[in-house]
């Protein structure tokens, strides 16, 4: 698990805290998703990344704008790099080609609900306890 890395959202600071001091401490990259904008999550999220010694990248919000849609929302694109630069230190971000993804899934369910839920945090709690 040499390269193994996180992906956070920017939302809920008490769960964003402890995996952003594990990642550092660590030297494992971190992926943001910039999805939900919650201000104390940002504020947190810029103290901790910007000049970390890892490698940082922002993830854009695919129901917003895409590859396939940059005609209408490159706007939104232009902010999304400004933020993830200014805010993260990132040098680069995410793009998707299209809002849904390109593979067939049998089920397609948003990614907020589960990085929040009890057994998340019990897992992660147990896979920090471990190192």
């Keep these: 698990m040499h390269n193994f890395g996180f992906k956070v959202l920017d939302r809920d600071p008490d769960l964003l805290g402890p995996v952003l001091d594990?990642?550092?401490?660590?030297?494992?990259?971190?992926?943001v998703g910039l999805y939900c904008g919650d201000s104390q999550a940002l504020d947190l999220l810029g103290r901790q990344l910007f000049n970390a010694p890892i490698p940082v990248n922002a993830h854009t919000d695919h129901d917003r704008f895409n590859a396939f849609n940059l005609h209408h929302t490159q706007a939104l694109l232009e902010d999304h790099i400004r933020l993830a630069r200014t805010l993260l230190g990132s040098a680069?971000?995410?793009?998707?080609?299209a809002n849904l993804p390109m593979t067939l899934r049998a089920l397609h369910t948003p990614a907020c609900p589960i990085a929040h839920s009890s057994v998340a945090r019990s897992h992660f709690a147990k896979f920090t306890a471990a190192s």
Excluded: D
């Design 22 to 31: 594990y990642a550092i401490r660590h030297r494992r990259p971190v992926e």
């Design 92 to 97: 680069y971000s995410v793009l998707h080609t």
